[in-house]
């Protein structure tokens, strides 16, 4: 039988991710795509009827983002970040509306674009909620929801 050989330092086992990585809150980013994609389906129906109802792209998109916006506060508060919103709610529905007028920007200009680029209205709402979520769940985790 062979003796066991050293592993030495070179060759010690590795945590199996970066640091970066393991410092993601797993938890709170599931449960915040979880209420995203409720906030999304609210934000989908209110755009859809006002399209209907005539409005333009930008109003429209406008109005639904901000009437999502208020479901997604409720159930980021009670669900998503818990643990990291005691105290009085009129403070973090301040704070996570200035979340919202700051992630609406480039949200509209994502729908404004691919209406541009030929997307259908509100596959164009679909891919512009998805591409500010990474700048949604930054901003709410640190300002409206801080630890």
């Known amino acids: ?6 592993p030495g330092p070179a060759t010690a086992a590795r945590p199996p991710f970066p640091a970066a990585l393991r410092r993601l809150p797993i938890g709170e980013l599931v449960r915040f795509g979880l209420v995203g994609g409720s906030g ?3 934000n989908l129906a209110v755009y859809t009827l006002l399209l209907r ?4 792209v930008t109003p429209a998109g406008a ?4 009437v999502a916006l208020g479901s997604n506060y409720y159930l980021n508060r009670r669900f998503t970040f ?3 919103a005691p105290g ?3 403070r973090g529905v301040l704070r996570f509306s200035a979340v919202g007028l700051v992630v609406l920007a480039p949200n509209l200009a994502l729908l404004n674009l691919f209406v541009l680029v030929g997307v259908s209205k509100v596959l164009a709402q679909v891919f512009a909620v998805w591409g500010v979520w990474p700048l949604s769940f930054t901003a709410s ?7």
């Open 1 to 6: 039988m062979e003796p066991a050989l050293d």
């Open 40 to 42: 999304l389906l609210v």
């Open 53 to 56: 109802l005539g409005w333009s």
């Open 63 to 66: 109005l639904a983002f901000t």
């Open 82 to 84: 818990r643990e990291a």
């Open 88 to 90: 009085c709610p009129w």
């Open 141 to 147: 985790r640190r300002l409206a929801f801080a630890h």
